[in-house]
């Protein structure tokens, strides 16, 4: 699978810049990215399986590890091609190695073990979380640690003390379901579809977020851990009561006072936790950061406070191997490495 050499790759190649392969299979994208010296993205393709799971109302795991199988290689020969890089530029191949769903992440490993044998090229595993802080990194080429990072996706709900590339120290998490999760089941209840977080964040811009009053829930005085299976009831049984009247539910105010309750406790203990910690910046990261929502109103909790906010793009919010590249870069700097007896860990604690 060797590819030609491009134009682009001749001009960056010569000024010495070091190659990193990126590999993320851990839920339902299959993503390749080449990044040179950990920030610079030459190619980051994402094959979504959107389409298919959304019959089924969620990711369903069997499908999602075959058409990773499936597509793995092509991706791979797309973001190489893409770079316009052969297999004897790649300086280091990261993957995705846990948490996730484990026959997903085998696939994504299998194919990095595969090619670093191959082609006798390092291989280092990655966090999917320090990857998903690490798109900070490559969207704001001047932010460094120390920061505190709010790691909010499909799977996570975590407040990071982040003091170094490598270094960092979980202050708080969800203790049931995944902020992105209770936005896939609220846009399920109120019959959106699948993923249910941008159509909630579209739906809620024509709504009231006064409309209806859903639980805020902080937990014990200080807590900084998340409870959002509350919430999600609370809109179930508001629905279940407007069916029995009845009456037709008003889906953009449900979406926008579901989407005000979380927003206020996320915003609220993710500035809470700054500025306890004394940090100064606040790094937004994982697939609910591209809601609006969240980050207008962080972005006027920071300012506020006179702290400073990151967020990625949406399209570094969400699962890619760019982060993951990213990730891998830094870790190997300081002289992280694996072997072919690398391991997928479906509960990875960070
Ligand atoms: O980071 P990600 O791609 O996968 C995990 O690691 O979980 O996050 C996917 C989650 C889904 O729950 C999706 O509904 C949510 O991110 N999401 C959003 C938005 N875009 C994606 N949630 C709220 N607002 C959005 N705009
Ligand atoms: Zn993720």
């Known amino acids: 699978m060797l590819l030609r050499k491009s134009g682009l790759h001749e001009r960056k190649m010569k000024n010495g810049k070091f190659v990193t392969m990126g590999i993320e299979s851990s839920c339902d994208e299959t993503s390749v990215s080449i990044v040179l010296d950990g920030r610079e993205v030459l ?168 409309a209806i009053e859903f639980k805020r829930v902080y937990l014990e005085k200080g807590s900084l851990d998340f409870s959002f299976s509350g919430i999600k009831t609370s809109v179930l049984n508001y629905v279940n009561s407007m069916k029995q009247a009845g009456k037709e539910i008003p889906v953009a105010d449900v979406a926008a006072s579901f989407q005000a309750s979380v927003t206020e406790v996320t915003v609220n203990k993710t500035v809470g936790a700054a500025v306890s910690m004394k940090k100064d910046r606040i790094v937004m990261a994982g697939g609910v950061a591209a809601n609006s929502e969240l980050r207008r109103q962080m972005q006027e909790a920071c300012k506020k406070k006179g702290i400073k906010l990151f967020c990625p793009p949406p399209v570094l919010c969400t699962d890619n191997a760019a982060m993951i590249a990213c990730a891998a870069y830094y870790k190997y700097k300081a002289g992280g490495k694996d072997d072919l007896t690398l391991d997928a860990f479906p509960n990875l604690p960070l």
């Open 43 to 210: 190619s980051n393709i994402i094959s979504s399986q959107i389409k298919v799971h959304k019959a089924f109302g969620g990711v369903v795991p069997e499908i999602a590890s075959r058409h990773h199988l499936e597509n793995i290689n092509s991706v791979t020969d797309s973001a190489m091609e893409e770079a316009g890089v052969s297999w004897e530029d790649i300086d280091l191949i990261g993957v995705t190695y846990g948490p996730g769903l484990v026959g997903a992440l085998l696939i994504g490993i299998a194919s990095a073990k595969a090619y670093s044998l191959a082609k006798n090229i390092p291989l280092v595993g990655v966090h999917h979380i320090q990857g998903h802080i690490s798109a900070n990194y490559i969207a704001h080429p001047e932010l460094e640690p120390p920061f505190t990072a709010l790691v909010i996706s499909g799977g996570h709900t975590n407040i990071v003390e982040v003091e170094d590339y490598n270094e960092c120290r979980v202050l708080g998490s969800t203790r049931d379901d995944a902020a992105g999760e209770a936005f896939d089941k609220v846009a399920r209840v109120i019959g959106l579809g699948y993923p249910g977080g941008p159509l909630i964040d579209k739906y809620a811009k024509e709504g009231n977020p006064q």
